[in-house]
């Protein structure tokens, strides 16, 4: 079965400018989460939405926001675009339920502000 | 903020060797992944334990969780060329196929030499 599709694969935007992300999940997947990492930080979680909801944010600026449409398919957005936005973001799936059994991710938007 | 520490930070062996690295994690657990990076693409998953478990295999893979020292190992065995990547703990505080997110550590950079 396909993957986990992030869209575009390389981005470069100037600073100021808006930028928004892609993410299919795998089929049947309900729940979307987002990471961004970067080589000071690391790995950090952004958000995540199921059935069109987010269910949880993480401690991110408000510039950075996304939705999650009713086919599943997410898109993430930054705005503003900052130097220190620089990063590859990450986007995985995950099945739903009270057992978690691991996550799916994608290969990620390499996303370069100049 | 990172919930797991990876140790050590890099490690270089010899093909056939066997791997080891370590997590370290600071707050209770629904359960604890481990994903493997290449050259700054997409995570593979690898291996899920959960809170309740004590250790798991997955072919040449085995992963422990002490959940007293809040603590995890990752045993490679028999180590290969395509083992060279990065490796990461994540932690997910409580099931729901993602409402959390995950919590990754720093990560351990596997070489393996030839």
């Known amino acids: 079965k396909a993957g986990v599709t992030q869209t575009p694969r390389y981005l470069i935007k100037t600073r100021g400018q808006q930028v928004t992300l892609s993410c299919s999940p795998i089929?049947?997947?309900?729940?979307v989460s987002w990471y961004q990492q970067t080589p000071g930080q690391g790995l950090q979680f952004l958000f995540e939405?199921?059935?069109?909801?987010?269910?949880n944010k993480g401690n991110f600026p408000g510039r950075f926001s996304g939705r999650q449409f009713s086919n599943s398919r997410s898109e993430m957005n930054v705005s503003t675009l900052e130097l220190g936005d620089s990063a590859l973001y990450l986007c995985?799936?995950?099945?739903?339920?009270?057992?978690?059994?691991?996550?799916?991710f994608g290969s990620g938007t390499r996303l370069t502000v100049v | 903020s990172q919930q797991g520490e990876e140790d050590p930070q890099a490690l270089s062996i010899q093909e056939g060797e066997n791997a080891t690295m370590n997590c370290s994690y600071k707050?209770?657990?629904?359960?604890l992944q481990w994903y493997r990076q290449n050259s700054g693409r997409g995570l593979v998953h690898l291996i899920l334990?959960?809170?309740?478990?004590r250790e798991k295999h997955s072919g040449r893979l085995r992963v422990t969780l002490d959940t007293s020292k809040k603590s995890s190992s990752l045993l490679i065995t028999a180590s290969r060329a395509a083992d060279t990547a990065s490796y990461f703990c994540?932690?997910?505080?409580?099931?729901?196929?993602?409402?959390?997110?995950?919590?990754f550590g720093k990560g351990t950079h596997l070489i393996i030499q030839p």
């Open positions: 995985a799936s995950s099945r739903t339920g009270t057992v978690n059994y691991g996550y799916t």
């Open positions: 089929s049947g997947h309900r729940s």
């Open positions: 939405y199921f059935s069109e909801t987010q269910r």
């Open positions: 707050t209770s657990i629904n359960n």
């Open positions: 334990i959960r809170s309740n478990e």
């Open positions: 994540a932690t997910e505080l409580r099931s729901g196929g993602g409402a959390d997110g995950l919590t």
